[in-house]
């Protein structure tokens, strides 16, 4: 894949971002760089001491934005609305097409101070850093549209957090993401009454990430517009739940407009079948619990079509956003089925197997992974199931055993894979997660997190005929 530069942000004019510097840090120490990632946007064959320039001192890439842009949005946080917020440790960073043909965005974390840092440092923990790899490779290969964790660089500063032991470590990230436009992007100008730039936006959206040509008046391109999201955003609301992970702060400033899963912060990755799961401590009402991610989402769409309501007429707002429902129930049911490895039968008989599912893990509290794990490619899966530590609470469910015998694997040449082979699912829990960073805060050891991220790409590959 040769790279492919684009400045196309800078065709969105004057009033969306504010040039910026990056910090100057004291040490660039490379610790992980997404080579798999590099390859599809043309960037892997960087030497180590160009990807350092390039990724923590931020020299621009080849005609690219030959200075950083810190984005101007704002966003309902627990749904509170706060016009006080922006890219406050970030910055768009550079933009290219990758092996697709889609425009893909470079966007940092923890690279300094910009208007938006308020009181903030505009720093980022290396544990936040390591943190986000873990939840992004383990959500790419699950299926999940997320973003990619692009490169860490340890930066050489000591943090003082409130929430986890301190002085600590600091880095740099970068993330690669197909969209760096948030909901929150739109509502900073409708809170400004600024239907000029709304409309600019919506138009750049269309021609950069939807490849959608501007088509009809200003209303009937923001109506498309917002059909196209709330379609994305649906499709996110299933991958949350089929994967079981709870993202922990579904604010309208980190929801993007294509859909991907980015912006993570204290996520989880469900333990066991519990709807009221939830991921920050800080989260007290359950807000954002795993059960609710999707009409949490289901909200935060409603959200970008208000601020289109000086665009577009609200019925004809209602009326784009009424499907929202239909499409997420549609497709949980085709990722829960492809993440069981099975044909799908096309008619009530899918579902009826999936309400023998919920029940029993919901009943059982049973181990998320681990089921999808022993049943995947269904009654071809049997006698692996039965084999498994949780085989006497399947015998307990005659009626679900039987369904599950029902189905054939979408593809049985998965089932020989070596994940499969083996007698444990990947997992990402809690516990393993500060396990692999005591390594790294106590003796630098490194090695378990390249252990993990190996097993998960193990996984990726069994399931990637999915």
Not at 396 to 406: I, P, Q, S, T, Y
Request: aromatic share 12%; glycine share 8%.
């Amino acid at each position: 894949m040769l790279y492919r530069p684009e400045k196309a942000f800078h065709t969105l004019g004057e009033g969306f971002a504010d040039p910026v510097q990056a910090a100057d840090f004291p040490e660039a120490i490379l610790r992980y760089r997404n080579d798999r990632a590099a390859k599809t946007v043309g960037l892997d064959q960087l030497s180590d001491e160009d990807w350092v320039k390039h990724f923590a001192r931020f020299e621009p890439l080849a005609d690219n934005l030959p200075q950083p842009l810190a984005q101007r949005y704002h966003g309902h946080q627990f749904q509170v609305y706060n016009p006080d917020i922006g890219d406050g440790r970030g910055f768009l960073f550079a933009q290219m097409r990758d092996d697709q043909g889609r425009l893909m965005d470079l966007g940092t974390k923890g690279s300094g101070v910009t208007p938006y840092s308020r009181s903030g440092d505009g720093r980022l923990t290396l544990k936040g850093g390591v943190r986000e790899i873990m939840a992004t490779e383990m959500l790419e290969a699950l299926g999940v549209n997320t973003s990619k964790t692009f490169s860490i660089i340890e930066t050489g500063e000591s943090l003082m957090r409130g929430d986890e032991p301190s002085p600590t470590r600091s880095a740099v990230m970068v993330r690669l993401t197909h969209g760096n436009i948030r909901i929150g992007t739109f509502q900073r100008h409708a809170y400004f009454t600024d239907t000029e730039r709304l409309s600019t936006l919506v138009d750049y959206c269309l021609k950069y990430y939807f490849d959608t040509e501007m088509k009809g008046s200003a209303a009937d391109r923001a109506l498309r517009f917002l059909s196209l999201v709330m379609e994305r955003v649906a499709v996110q609301a299933a991958d949350l739940m089929a994967a079981g992970f709870v993202h922990g702060v579904l604010n309208t400033d980190n929801i993007n407009i294509t859909g991907e899963v980015f912006d993570f912060g204290p996520w989880r990755f469900l333990p066991k079948m519990d709807l009221a799961f939830t991921a920050a401590y800080f989260d007290e009402t359950g807000l954002y619990a795993f059960g609710r991610q999707p009409d949490a989402l289901h909200w935060n769409i409603y959200q970008l079509g208000g601020a289109l309501a000086d665009i577009c007429e609200e019925q004809a707002l209602k009326d784009v956003l009424a499907p929202f429902p239909g499409i997420y129930l549609a497709a949980l049911r085709e990722k829960l089925l492809a993440r069981l490895g099975i044909k799908p039968k096309g008619d009530k008989t899918d579902d009826a197997l999936l309400t023998l599912i919920n029940n029993f893990m919901l009943k059982e509290q049973f181990p998320y992974e681990r089921f999808f794990f022993d049943w995947y490619g269904g009654g071809a899966s049997e006698a692996r199931a039965m084999a498994s530590p949780e085989a006497e609470r399947y015998k307990g469910f005659g009626e679900l055993v039987d369904a599950l015998r029902g189905y054939d694997p979408a593809n049985p040449d998965a089932l020989k894979h070596a994940y499969f082979t083996g007698d444990a699912p990947c997992t990402m829990l809690i516990d393993e997660v500060e396990d692999i960073w005591s390594h790294i805060a106590e003796r630098d050891d490194w090695q378990p997190l390249t252990q993990k991220i190996a097993a998960i790409r193990q996984m990726g590959e069994a399931l990637s005929p999915r």
